[in-house]
């Protein structure tokens, strides 16, 4: 009951809400940035908290299938603009370590080979390409039913993404771990042997 209202409230809310509310915490943390908001390194923290954003926007699309077939609740409307926003927001990080963290081309390749995390980000940022780029009306009729295949590759760009949280932590921490697990979760969950069994329960 409670469901079939909420999905109805949804199906009012236009998809272009997500490209308007979603970029306001990047905006307002660069803005920060700018005015010495962010302490006494930051470019440091604005990298991180982009990173963060990109981290928990690929957590919220890849949870939008599951918690359609587990609860009812029917979010498959913004899932597109939310994967738009985490590569909106992955470009940005990217942006930062590049213009404003290296701030020499030079460096690009040497940093990537040199540093495992970034290579490993790298890696993540640059799957997500080709699914931004087939993100729009167009790429989706003509692909097919290669589309879902092609992006499908979100779930390797998550785990490369959490991967990379974990390897540049210093000491343990568990909220990168936290990442991981729930990224391996969602891929779990769409397993059909897996699925079957959480239908039975
Ligand atoms: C799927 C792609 C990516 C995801 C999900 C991601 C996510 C993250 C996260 C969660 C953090 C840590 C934030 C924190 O400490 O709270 C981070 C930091 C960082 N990332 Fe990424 N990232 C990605 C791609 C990249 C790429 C492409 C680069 C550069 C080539 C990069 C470079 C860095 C750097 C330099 C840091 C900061 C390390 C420090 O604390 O000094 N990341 N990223």
């Known amino acids: ?39 006494a390194e930051p470019i440091k923290a604005l990298e991180q908290a982009l990173g963060e954003f990109t981290l928990n926007l690929l957590v919220l699309g ?12 029917n979010l498959l409307r913004f899932r597109r603009a939310v994967g738009v926003m985490a590569f909106t927001y992955v470009t940005a990080h990217f942006l930062t370590w590049l213009i404003l963290d290296l701030q020499s081309a030079n460096q690009i390749f040497a940093d990537i080979k040199k540093r495992p995390y970034v290579t490993v980000g790298f890696l ?3 799957l997500l390409v080709p699914l931004a780029v087939t993100s729009n009306n167009w790429a989706v009729r003509s692909l097919g039913r290669f589309w879902p295949k ?30 991981m697990a729930v990224i391996i979760a969602f891929i779990a969950a769409r397993m059909p042997k897996w699925r079957r069994s959480l239908a039975r329960k």
């Open 62 to 73: 890849l949870s939008i299938s599951p918690i359609l077939r587990f609860t009812g609740l």
């Open 150 to 179: 092609l992006h499908s590759l979100v779930y390797v760009a998550a785990i490369l993404g959490s991967l990379h949280y974990i390897m540049l932590t210093k000491g343990f921490q568990l909220e990168p771990l936290i990442y």
């Open 124 to 126: 993540g940022f640059l």
């Open 1 to 39: 009951m409670i469901v079939r209202a909420l999905n109805s409230g949804l199906r009012k809310v236009p998809v272009w809400v997500i490209y308007i509310f979603l970029p306001v915490p990047g905006v307002v943390t660069f803005y920060l940035g700018l005015t010495g908001g962010l302490g």
